[in-house]
């Protein structure tokens, strides 16, 4: 039994332990939201979901029900309970509302891990929850985090102390701060960075008419409300110094931005601690705005199931992490995902407490001593065990020691896996303006070249040379619209020309990679710069010339007017999806018009316009790429591109349009379509 839970979330620890069946919880939504205000943990969590206002706004209110299991990777003892108020999944649909949590699931049902409480773990909790951030007691918390990493952890050290950003603010106190200029100083500043949601308030930027105003002088009451809650944890931490991008980059200067912009990797790889305004969806809100220390602290819970030991278990929340973290408001902005990657140690507000990550610890005031490894991501526990392993073993790490202990015995494959993680998840995060796709990757891309002694000059549009053409091979996911921008910033075939969710065909473990056969070859790349100097950033253009069996043209309802029976045959079995979903649910496809001559030379898109038809609708020619073949459950299968050629444009000239997502086609039957040089622009 337990205080912090109601009378019939008691009711599952007490009586038969019945483990695997279905078991009545409240009848009623009102159950819910009594028990919640009588303050029990569960029933708390479930009301302030995202989850639960698809319930309230539902025509039906279904009884929910609990269902009790072994935890699946757990240790023994450890149970999963989970809360279903939805019935059938499909009675439930997206009622449109608004919470800023887009990505994460509105199917009514809760999960949580039922944490048997021993020695080893009995110590991390709270007794004490601070109800908000003016508490000293609050921020003695993160105060605590950060002195620990200090401290003791060799791999969250920023790897160049001395780095000094651009510009930075100096907080002389609580009311007045400064830009300064650090160029010129001989001294490096301890500074504390700021990632957060611009949104559409109006706020204070640093331009080129008000510089020397904010060299003199910032008033914090002129700040946002993020800003300043930014500013309150900096000096309570022992900062005075802070970068915050609209007060450290001159938002007026395309010059200043692109220089600042490729620095980003430093800025944030050699701060002191990256500060996140979580929760916050616009710069003028407020964090910890569900804040309420009865949910915080996990409750424990005495068993007196029949016939078993009393036990404590301790009730978690099992989704914390993703729905506080990864599906907050911030993390959904593109350019955070690598401010985020890049930082050594983040402190993040949320809409109920603190989070603590850094390289060797993810804690937050419910886990104050750190979250257990079973309820965070299997690839971080194991990365941040290995590190803490290896600390255990030395007292002192050079930062070249750190970065060759970070990628040794990587193999291609895992640098593969990470980069096309990265990539997928980055497609799923949206940018307030569309050209900065590139550059707004390009921090975690300079990090790749670092950490596993790569050059910019292999990295195209997106994509490593080794890569290609498997990576070619990429298809948008049919999550919501997608489309290209009308502005251009990358070729056809790399993923960064489109806006939307994608996924890499070779990002699947069930496909043996030393089996996968390319069937077109790479004969040239060409690439055409916004600034040389920036190989990772914005690009003016680029194609690449391709050597490979191109069948068609095809129409819409893969009609072929060449090729022999069995090719016609193989396109009977061709599934494939276009690139481009209109707002309508309707396939589109945009191509470029208008090509400078010299294009297949240098690759340059100079004055080309983006032109739109409706592929179902107009008389469409379009063409098939094969690029892979590879067996996958006992199939044999070629994936691909679908490519588009303009009737204006010469005839080894093409775009891509969309995926190939399956064909299955004899070798022989393959070998009758004639291999021919193409440019893919």
């Known amino acids: 039994m337990s205080a912090r839970l109601c009378a019939t979330c008691n009711g ?73 108020a939805g019935g059938e999944e499909s ?46 007691a609050m921020l003695q918390v993160a105060k605590s985090w950060l002195e620990e990493c200090n401290r003791g952890h060799l791999f969250c050290r920023p790897p160049n102390p001395s780095f000094n950003p651009t510009r930075l603010i100096h907080l002389a106190d609580e009311n007045s701060a400064r830009l300064v200029l650090t160029r010129g100083q001989l001294t490096s500043h301890k500074y504390v960075a700021f990632s957060h949601c611009w949104g559409k308030a109006k706020t204070l930027k640093l ?25 309150l944890i900096t000096m309570a931490l022992g900062y005075r110094y802070i970068w915050i991008d609209s007060l450290c980059i001159i938002q007026d200067s395309m010059e200043d931005w692109t220089k600042e912009a490729a620095m980003m990797q430093d800025v944030y790889e050699n701060s002191s601690l ?110 941040m065990h290995e590190r803490n392993e290896m600390c255990r073993r030395t007292q002192s790490l050079s930062s070249d020691q750190i970065m060759s202990f970070e990628h040794s015995g990587a193999t291609e494959q895992e ?22 796709k590139l550059i707004a990757f390009s921090g975690i891309t300079q990090h790749f070249c670092r950490k596993y002694s790569l050059v910019d000059d292999d990295y195209i549009a997106g994509i490593w040379r080794w890569q290609l053409p498997a990576a070619l091979c990429w298809q948008t996911q049919k999550h919501g619209p997608t489309h290209r921008p009308d502005v251009y910033r ?60 191109v069948i068609g043209p095809l129409t819409m309802e893969l009609e072929c007017s060449t090729g022999g029976e069995e090719i016609r045959d193989a396109l009977s079995t061709v599934r494939w999806d276009l690139d481009e979903i209109m707002d309508s649910g309707d396939d589109a496809v945009t191509y470029l018009e208008k090509l400078d001559p010299n294009v297949s030379g240098n690759g340059f898109m100079n004055n080309t316009t983006r032109k739109q038809l409706h592929g179902v609708e107009e008389n469409l020619r379009f063409f098939l790429l094969p690029i892979l ?20 444009h010469p005839d080894n000239m093409f775009q891509r349009i969309g995926f190939l997502s399956s064909m299955e086609m004899s070798q022989k039957a393959l070998d009758q379509v004639l291999r021919k040089n193409i440019i893919l622009f």
């Open 12 to 84: 599952i620890f007490t009586g038969p332990q019945i483990l695997r069946q279905e078991q009545p919880h409240h009848k009623t939504l009102d159950g819910f939201r009594q028990a919640a205000a009588r303050g029990c943990y569960i029933c708390g969590i479930i009301t302030r979901s995202p989850s639960w206002k698809t319930v309230e706004t539902s025509e039906t209110s279904p009884e929910s029900i609990w269902y009790l299991t072994p935890h699946s990777i757990g240790p023994p003892g450890w149970l999963r309970l989970v809360i279903d």
């Open 91 to 136: 009675d439930w649909e997206d009622t449109g509302s608004d919470y800023d949590d887009k990505f994460l699931p509105l199917f009514p049902g809760w999960s949580f891990t039922i944490e048997l409480v021993n020695d080893t773990n009995g110590g991390n909790k709270v007794n004490e929850v601070p109800t908000s951030l003016h508490d000293p």
């Open 207 to 231: 331009l080129q008419a008000n510089l020397q105003t904010l060299l003199n002088s910032i008033h914090i009451d002129d700040l946002p409300t993020s800003y300043k809650e930014a500013i």
């Open 274 to 383: 990256n500060i996140c305004a979580s929760a916050a969806a616009e710069n003028s809100e407020a964090s910890f705005e569900f804040r309420d220390p009865a949910i915080i602290s996990p409750p424990e819970v005495v068993s007196s199931w029949t016939g078993l030991e009393v036990q404590t278990y301790r009730v978690a929340d099992a989704e914390m992490f993703e729905k506080e973290i990864e599906f907050s408001p911030l993390r959904q902005r593109a350019w955070v995902l690598q401010e985020v990657w890049l930082s050594r140690r983040s402190l993040s507000l949320t809409k109920t407490q603190f989070w603590w990550e850094c390289k060797q610890k993810i804690a937050c005031e419910a886990y104050p001593r750190g979250m257990p490894s079973e309820l965070i991501h299997e690839n971080i526990a194991r990365d």
């Open 415 to 436: 640098i593969d896996r990470q980069w096309y993680d990265l990539v997928e998840s980055y497609s799923n995060c949206g940018l307030t303006n569309p050209s900065d």
């Open 490 to 549: 990358a070729p056809s075939w790399s993923w960064a020309s489109v806006e939307g969710s994608l996924h890499f065909t070779l990002h699947n473990e069930n496909i043996e990679i030393e089996k996968v056969k390319h069937l077109c070859n790479v004969l040239d790349i060409q690439l055409h710069y916004a600034n040389m100097r920036y190989k990772t950033g914005l690009l003016n253009g680029g194609c690449i010339h391709l050597c490979g069996q």
């Open 629 to 648: 073949r590879f067996e996958e459950d006992g199939q044999d299968l070629i994936r691909g591109l679908v490519i588009y050629q303009d009737h204006d």
